[in-house]
């Protein structure tokens, strides 16, 4: 069973960079796109961009300015890298696997990670 | 961007009775040469993740029971519970993956009448 777990810290002062983990059990990193995935209290979701195993990458344009992600599939890691934060960006961090392809719903979540930017 | 609308934004229905919400899209869906519609619904209980439940709109995921069944084409879709039970309490969001950036419902929380 492939299992998803984020990990980075919880409290990112504002101007400043976010940073996050996935880290992939239970199955090998490659071939799929993994994916980035947040939800702000008591709102809906906005899909962040996505990463595959070979490194290529697409990412919503509404934070494109923004933000890098990466993949290392020696420790079956992939991470997202978000700059000069505000309370804006204050949300739930999920991280999830687009199953089989580029064009793909989401199979498997992480359980989630609250991020709170604030000073 | 694709617009994602669902509705209604929250629906309270009987346990045993059916609960049926829609999600519009603000274009097509459809992709032509394997005619599949690219449109997934997930349900989301307090303090977990999103869950797949349907998949190329009305492609159940394993493990998911057979109550729960999705059905349209195009711009115009249905996520149906055949007979509510007390665990269906949740929201539920519908998503497209057509396109980038890929993007949900507003989401409708059911609750229990």
């Known amino acids: 069973q492939v299992q998803l777990q984020e990990s980075g810290p919880g409290l990112v002062k504002p101007s400043e960079t976010l940073s996050l983990t996935c880290t992939v059990s239970?199955?090998?990193?490659?071939?799929?796109?993994w994916n980035w995935i947040r939800q702000p209290a008591g709102k809906g979701l906005e899909w962040i961009g996505h990463i595959y195993t070979s490194g290529s990458t697409d990412y919503n344009p509404s934070l494109r300015s923004r933000l890098t992600m990466s993949v290392d599939t020696s420790k079956n890691q992939f991470s997202l890298s978000l700059t000069s934060v505000t309370a804006a960006d204050t949300a739930v961090y999920y991280c999830?696997?687009?199953?089989?392809?580029?064009?793909?719903?989401?199979?498997?979540w992480g359980q989630g990670t609250l991020v709170t930017v604030s000073s | 961007d694709i617009v994602m609308t669902q509705s209604p934004d929250s629906l309270a229905v009987s346990l045993g009775e059916r609960a049926t919400i829609n999600c519009k899209s603000s274009q097509s869906v459809l992709y032509s040469s394997n005619n599949k519609n690219y449109l997934s619904w997930y349900q989301q209980k307090p303090g977990q993740p999103p869950k797949l439940l349907i998949y190329?709109?009305?492609t159940r995921e394993s493990g998911v029971p057979d109550r729960f069944s999705g059905s349209g084409s195009g711009t115009d879709f249905t996520l149906t519970i055949s007979s509510l039970q007390a665990e269906d309490v949740a929201v539920y969001y519908c998503q497209q993956y057509y396109s980038s950036p890929y993007t949900f419902g507003q989401g409708t929380t059911l609750e229990i009448k």
């Open positions: 190329w709109a009305s």
């Open positions: 239970g199955g090998s990193i490659s071939p799929y796109y």
């Open positions: 999830a696997r687009a199953s089989s392809g580029y064009h793909y719903y989401f199979d498997y």
